[in-house]
């Protein structure tokens, strides 16, 4: 139970108390307790913990999306809030439209390009380790856990062609 946390959210990315105000004084008031972070206020004013959705003061507006989404569906997005009952018209809190792109990719086909740094050494010299804390006295850790964290390679006397 509980009022919506999606109204929450939207009134919070509305900035402009002046034209929160001036939808309603609900409005102003739900848009206030929302950018104070004073959830307790927000629902008091929604009706309270046990008011039912029908009877909520504010709602999530949606709307049909204008594309399909990957399965080819028109799915309803998010567009803002709304009061229900009152005939004021919807209040739109996401006016931006985002779109997911891959990036550009300017190498050669069959080129993979490495992007991993080194490994780095520990920040200190402390060890973090907690198994010893973890495991009982009496059952020491299974031999495979003695496998080294870190280990080096020397490739400097290795050429071409030349396993070891």
């Known amino acids: 139970g509980g009022p919506p946390v999606s109204v929450w959210r939207e009134l919070r990315k509305l900035s402009d108390q002046k ?3 001036s939808v309603s004084p609900a409005f102003g008031e739900l848009h206030h307790a929302a950018r104070a972070g004073d959830w307790a206020e927000y629902t008091r004013l ?3 913990l046990p008011a ?3 009877n909520l003061t504010m709602r999530t507006w949606y709307q049909a999306a204008s594309e399909p989404d990957e399965c080819g569906q028109y799915t309803a997005i998010i567009k803002g809030v709304y009061l229900p009952g009152t005939g004021k018209a919807p209040v739109a809190t996401r006016t931006r439209k985002w779109k997911v792109k891959t990036p550009r990719q300017n190498v050669k086909p069959g080129f993979m390009k490495n992007r991993r740094k080194p490994a780095l050494t520990p920040w200190t010299r402390i060890n973090n380790c907690t198994m010893r804390r973890k495991q009982p006295v009496d059952h020491p850790p299974d031999p495979y856990m003695k ?10 006397e ?3 062609g030349e396993c070891k």
């Open 19 to 21: 034209q929160a105000d």
């Open 46 to 48: 929604q009706g309270g």
């Open 52 to 54: 039912a959705r029908k």
């Open 147 to 156: 496998i080294p964290i870190q280990m080096e390679l020397d490739f400097g």
């Open 158 to 160: 290795m050429k071409k």
